[in-house]
């Protein structure tokens, strides 16, 4: 009999269905865990279900599924941030998902809960810090650090050593060029970078970046993680 661990997705959304279908190909693929339920904060979405799996409350799951593993399925690194600390705060363990398309070398280092989506390469001497999400089909290229809560949105790419402090959110088709080894290209906590950029040098914590070569569209003050 085939070994099962109940595994609970946070997060009721898009996101939040993607994530369960990731799930679902790494079981399929031979992974133990087994997406059973979402959990979701929002008292409208709670008792119903998504084709067959059912939105869950927090205190409902502690009680079904106690001490369960769960992965936080929002593309917002702040959003996720909160979610991961009130899930472990009720006892669930933070889950890393990894889509068997995934090309990767054994020289990458994971923190929990992380997330990398269909069709992602990532090549060599990488880390991932805790609750990173990689979305679909990006690249992510030698000497790299994302730290806690980086989001990269499909198709993003970054060249080699690029640092992305807590939280930096990478939008859509955005490409990050390269650093050195002496001077990595380094992106501040909680900016974010708009869908399209290409960003060509350092830049601090807080902003908004957009265009080609990006700039700074104006100062962030909410959604620093
Ligand atoms: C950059 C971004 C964060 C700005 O969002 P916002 O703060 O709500 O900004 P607005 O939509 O009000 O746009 C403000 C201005 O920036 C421009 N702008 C917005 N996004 C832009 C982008 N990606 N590139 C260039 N210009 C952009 C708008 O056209 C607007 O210009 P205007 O003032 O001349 O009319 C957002 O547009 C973005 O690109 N997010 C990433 C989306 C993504 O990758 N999603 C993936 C989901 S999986």
Known sequence: MRRQSPL????????GRETAWLAEQCWEHGADEVPVAYLDDEAAKVNSSIRGLPILSLQDAVRKYPRA?????????????????RAKHHGFVEHTLVHPSVIRSRHIQFGRGVVVCAGTTLT??????????????CTVSHDCVLDDYVTLA????????????RGAYVGAGAVIK????????????????GAGACV???????L???????????KRVADAA
Request: include cysteine.
């Open 69 to 85: 593993l769960f992965t936080a399925a929002v593309g917002n690194p702040a959003t996720r941030a909160q979610l991961t600390e």
């Open 178 to 193: 390269n650093g050195t080894p002496a001077e990595p290209l380094v992106i501040g906590a909680g900016t974010v970078i």
């Open 124 to 137: 060599t001497d990488i880390k991932l810090g805790d609750g990173v999400q990689i979305n679909i089909n």
């Open 8 to 15: 609970l997705i946070y997060g009721a959304g898009g996101s």
């Open 200 to 206: 060509t040098r350092s830049f601090g914590p807080s």
């Open 208 to 218: 908004t970046l957009v265009g080609v070569p990006a700039s700074p569209l104006r």
């Open 154 to 165: 499909p198709g993003a790419h970054l060249c080699g050593n690029v640092h992305l402090r």
